[in-house]
């Protein structure tokens, strides 16, 4: 069964442009999660969608969007870009979503590396 | 959620058992513990997960003691292929956090 696939791998950015990025999920997996990674914060979570509703969120700005089509495939938008929205971003995938116990173990993508200059 | 507190780094040699213990005083009642793996310029491996006791896949161990305080990841005889951070978390309901995670290094 194919993994999680993330487009691009590699992006680079100037200040001040949007960008989307693209997360395409195990198919029959419900539930896409948005994980910011960057080596002084870690691993943050930025939002969780389950059929195509946005159900929980982390501690991001405005800026920082997303939206999940019928077919389970995720898009996140960063718009208005700054130097320290450079990170990896990765994309997970579950069967249901986080509320639920059963069936939330997330599988990763490999991310995409934004570049901001 | 709990927050999580573990070593930075762990060096071990291949075919030892590497325990790697996690702190999390302020566990909620209903948090499960999870580990997660992740090799460089890849996104996180479930790895394994635990309410109480002692939980064995076929690739790790999870000992989770009656307080809950803390949890030890073991991993058996490990491989140079084992080097990767290790990330425990406190999980419930809400969305997953991550701690810093341990770095361990695998030496011939």
């Known amino acids: 069964k194919a993994g999680v696939t993330q487009t691009p791998r590699y992006l680079i950015k100037t200040r001040g442009q949007q960008v989307t990025l693209s997360c395409s999920p195990i198919?029959?997996?419900?539930?896409v999660s948005w994980y910011q990674q960057t080596p002084g914060q870690g691993l943050q979570f930025l939002f969780e969608?389950?059929?195509?509703?946005?159900?929980n969120k982390g501690n991001f700005p405005g800026r920082f969007s997303g939206r999940q089509f019928s077919n389970s495939r995720s898009e996140m938008n960063v718009s208005t870009l700054e130097l320290g929205d450079s990170a990896l971003y990765l994309c997970a995938s579950s069967l249901g979503g986080l509320a639920d116990r059963r069936s939330y173990e997330q599988y990763f993508g490999p991310g995409t590396r934004l570049t901001v200059t | 959620l709990a927050k999580t507190t573990q070593p930075i780094s762990m060096d071990s040699y291949e075919g030892q058992e590497v325990n790697i213990t996690c702190s999390h005083n302020n566990i909620a009642t209903n948090d499960y513990i999870t580990w997660y793996q992740q090799f460089p310029s890849q996104g996180p491996r479930f790895i394994i997960q635990g309410y109480k006791t002692k939980v064995t896949n076929e690739v790790a161990s999870l000992f989770i003691p009656a307080d809950r305080k803390s949890s030890t990841l073991s991993l058996p005889r490990v491989s140079l292929s084992d080097t990767a951070v290790y990330y425990c978390l406190g999980e419930n309901t809400d969305k997953l956090i991550f701690g810093t995670g341990t770095r361990l290094q695998v030496f011939p």
């Open positions: 969608y389950f059929s195509e509703t946005q159900r």
């Open positions: 198919s029959g997996h419900r539930s």
